[in-house]
């Protein structure tokens, strides 16, 4: 993975590939410029904007902080100095701002619902991401309130149905506690009430219940605790959650649900700058 300063001015560099031709028209000065929030939400990207325009030699000067709500027509940062760098990267600034948060918004709404029926469930993102731009997608779901789960292949361990369709379950498991365990945890993804059980049985330390209706949720929960296995995995529920059932999921006795549409759905939320 690109490191973050790399990707941001890569994007940039898209924007601009040689130059920006009709800002050479302008003299070379300083000015100042604002940006306004034009619609409410969570913000995120602000410390992304600010390690932008330090690169470029401008001053990025805060009004508020990221994971704070921002209101219509809310001031939420200055930038100060060369009008030309200024108008360079406004636009790669703007779509920072607008994508990490409208990301960090929906994280928050989603979060808030789940936690109101259950304290303790933790959401998070899966990797349904935008290639290149994964990581500040990822960021923003974390100021959100979400957990990242994975920023990428190299982070964990993650069994899915395709690494079970070569191996099959137990020898999958096996393969994976042989080689990782007990420095990394093992997660599988289980499409069957069966198969969690199962997958329990043989050691693995975290349940991904996939496309799982809540009523298969908590008969397989029933299941693990009757056995006794309930307190010895972390189970996890992904697949067919939206904000709009997640209170069915979270009221049950599980401990992480993921979600897509977190990531896949979010709106951008609208910034615009305007020089003083």
Known sequence: MLKPLTSLLWYLREDSPVVDLTSEILPE????????????????GLRESEELCSHLGLSFNQMTEDGEEVTPGERVAIIEGNA???????????????????????TREIVERATSVNPRVRIAATRKTCPGFSFFEKRAVEIGGGLTHRYSLSDGVLIKDNHVKILGLKEAIERAKKRFHPLRKIEIEVETIRDAIRAAELGADVLMLDNFSPAEVSKTISILKRKGLRDR??????????????????????DVISLGEI??????????????
């Open 233 to 254: 995995v972390i189970i996890e529920v992904s697949g067919g959650v939206t904000k709009d059932n997640i209170e069915e999921y979270a009221k049950l006795d599980i």
């Open 29 to 44: 000065i300083d000015c100042s410029a604002e940006i306004i929030s034009k619609e409410k939400g969570i913000i995120a």
């Open 84 to 106: 030309k760098r200024i108008l360079l990267v406004e636009r790669t600034i703007l779509n920072l701002l607008g994508r990490m948060s409208g990301i960090a918004t929906i």
């Open 263 to 276: 990531t896949r759905s979010a709106r951008i939320l609208d910034f615009s700058l305007e020089i003083l």
